[in-house]
């Protein structure tokens, strides 16, 4: 069956994914169910664009121009025979290896209601790195070393524009887009150690995706609805209109503290419906079970668990 492009929907969302086809990468525009290959589509620009997608997050709004013009220029014959079947491909992390991750702790106040702590006057930050990252449909795997793992949907932010002391009126420029984030965490380890860093670094532990919905397709992204699933029960559901801290005062203060570089991603904080929070007894992940991530205008980031598979 031909897949056919449909125009008028890119004027709703631009949804940027990276991908292998035939164990080669590539990027392009997520439609539904299909991807229109930017690669593809060489005569709409009098340049080619960059080949590899976190060039493209570098240039910016420039990028972002750049794929916009791709699809507006191209014809639709040309788009049709540019554009593949999602069941064709492997969907990537959008960001493979960010320079950095920066997370926010209790920027819900739901969240920090659950666990009985008052919201923070500045925001709490962390790091994970980046070797947690995967991308949509990649196992997040239970190290021997974890009794309680948990899942936390969180709207990441995607930095384009590098950027120190930047201003909260600047801030959107910096953006490049957005994406869902799991944060997921190992509980016993984190409370143990009265930090973050062991108890959310383990490989796999960062998954991000399906796409990054560029910042020119979403007026507010302090209102977008957040949720948590878990085997099709809906453990989180709230909008980062919760958020105690907004996306643009994130940038900001974290740009006072280190340079933001393109490629960055902001976690920014995940609202209550926790499984360690639960009642009347916790609801830690088993391997077997599957966690998606739903962010409003960006999609489903879905990751079965399993378990660690030990060399002998
Ligand atoms: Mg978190």
Redesign the pocket.
């Known amino acids: 069956m031909p897949v056919l492009y449909r125009d008028e929907r890119v004027s709703e969302a631009m949804r940027l994914v990276r991908y292998l086809q035939s164990n080669v990468e590539s990027y392009g525009v997520l439609l539904d169910h299909e991807i229109t290959c930017l690669l593809a589509l060489p005569k709409a620009l009098k340049y080619f664009p960059p080949l590899n997608f976190d060039d493209l997050i570098t240039l910016g709004s420039r990028g972002m121009e750049m794929a916009d013009q791709l699809m507006r220029n191209s014809t639709k014959t040309e788009k049709r025979s540019a554009t593949i079947s999602l069941d064709d491909v492997t969907l990537l992390a959008p960001v493979l290896s960010p320079p950095k991750i920066v ?1 926010l ?1 209790l920027n819900y106040k739901d969240h920090a209601e659950e666990q009985g702590r008052k919201t923070p006057d500045e925001p709490v930050i962390f790091m994970k790195p980046r070797t947690a990252i995967i991308g949509p449909d990649r196992p997040i795997v239970r190290s021997r070393l974890v009794k309680q793992l948990d899942y ?1 949907a ?1 709207l990441a932010i995607v930095i384009g524009e590098k950027g120190k002391e930047i201003p909260v009126s600047e801030a959107r420029k910096h953006i490049f887009g957005y994406t869902a984030f799991n ?1 997921v965490s190992a509980r016993d380890i984190q409370f143990k150690d009265k930090q973050w860093t062991r108890g959310k670094s383990f490989d796999t532990f960062a998954p991000i995706g399906p796409c990054i919905t560029t910042v020119n397709q979403i007026d507010d992204p302090n209102d977008l609805g957040v949720s948590a699933r878990v085997n099709g029960e809906l453990r989180q559901d709230s909008s980062t209109k919760n958020m105690v801290f907004g996306v643009y005062e994130i940038v900001h203060y974290i740009s006072q503290v280190m340079t933001l570089e393109p490629g960055d991603l902001i ?1 920014t ?2 609202p209550a419906g926790v499984g360690v929070f639960m009642k009347p007894k916790p609801r830690f992940l088993s391997p077997g079970d599957l966690v998606e991530v739903e962010i409003e205008k960006i999609g489903t980031l879905r990751n079965p668990v399993a378990k660690e598979v030990q060399s002998s």
């Open positions: 997370c702790g936390e969180e944060d976690a904080g995940t």
